[in-house]
Nanobody
Framework: QVQLVESGGGLVQAGGSLRLSCAAS????????MGWFRQAPGKEREFVAA????????YYADSVKGRFTISRDNAKNTVALQMNSLKPEDTAVYYC?????????????????????WGQGTQVTVSS
């Protein structure tokens, strides 16, 4: 069992930055791929970024590539999402999730299927 708790959300002006953090419980954190997803009002939950268990591979949605950076610290059981050059369309509730199944390639990491553990979400609001 893994529990995930996100933090770091808030209100920021367009062009600003935020850093989200996700703290995980459990001794098997380092064996899970981790992902960040977001959901805006009235929209489906969508993939933002993911990182392999070792941190050696990262994946991003086209909409955030070059602006967001995902990282993890297995010693501290944390995964972070650094968000720069924020836009109003980045406004959403952001969730971190742990993928317990074996995964390879972008198509696998971006799919919601296989992410069995989810945090409660943290609100990010970007004003124009």
């Amino acid at each position: 069992q893994v529990q995930l708790v996100e933090s770091g959300g808030g209100l920021v002006q367009a062009g600003g930055s935020l850093r989200l953090s996700c703290a995980a419980s459990g001794r098997t954190f380092s064996s899970y791929a981790m992902g960040w997803f977001r959901q805006a009002p009235g929209k489906e939950r969508e993939f933002v970024a993911a990182i392999s268990w070792s941190g050696g591979s990262t994946y991003y949605a086209d909409s955030v590539k070059g602006r967001f950076t995902i990282s993890r610290d297995n010693a501290k059981n944390t995964v972070a999402l650094q968000m720069n050059s924020l836009k109003p369309e980045d406004t959403a509730v952001y969730y971190c999730a742990a993928k317990t199944d074996y995964c390879s390639g972008y198509g696998c990491y971006r799919a919601l299927v296989g992410y069995h553990y989810w945090g409660q979400g943290t609100q990010v609001t970007v004003s124009s």
